[in-house]
């Protein structure tokens, strides 16, 4: 099993910027694919970015590009997301997610462990 502890959420101005991490533990040795999601109120579980655990090509979503960047410490198993230009439409609790198979996807499913996320509020 993988444990995902995510941190870093809060409250931000519009333009404004926040960071994420995502710490994690145990069976690491299986992790091949990392991603950040994202849920709105009322709304479905949405793919944010992802990169590979070990390396690789990062992907985002068209929402983010340009704003938000995904990276990783791999000497520390973390994860993190930097979160620059802040939108309201960006408010939503951001879940850090670890799948085994290492190619890369967006579909929240087909991640395998997921942490409990944490909530990120943009005020205009």
């Known amino acids: 099993q993988v444990q995902l502890v995510e941190s870093g959420g809060g409250l931000a101005q519009a333009g404004g910027s926040l960071g994420l991490s995502c710490a994690a533990s145990?069976?690491?040795?299986?992790?091949?694919?990392m991603g950040w999601f994202r849920q709105a109120p009322g709304k479905e579980r949405e793919f944010v970015a992802t990169?590979?655990?070990?390396?690789?090509?990062?992907y985002y979503a068209d929402s983010v590009k340009g704003r938000f960047t995904i990276s990783r410490d791999n000497a520390n198993k973390l994860v993190y997301l930097k979160m620059n230009s802040l939108k309201p439409e960006d408010t939503a609790v951001y879940y850090c997610?670890?799948?085994?198979?290492?190619?890369?996807?967006?579909?929240?499913?087909?991640?395998?462990?997921w942490g409990q996320g944490t909530q990120v509020t943009v005020s205009s």
């Open positions: 997610a670890a799948r085994r198979l290492s190619l890369s996807t967006v579909v929240a499913a087909q991640y395998d462990y």
């Open positions: 145990g069976r690491t040795f299986s992790i091949s694919v």
């Open positions: 990169t590979g655990w070990s390396g690789g090509a990062t």
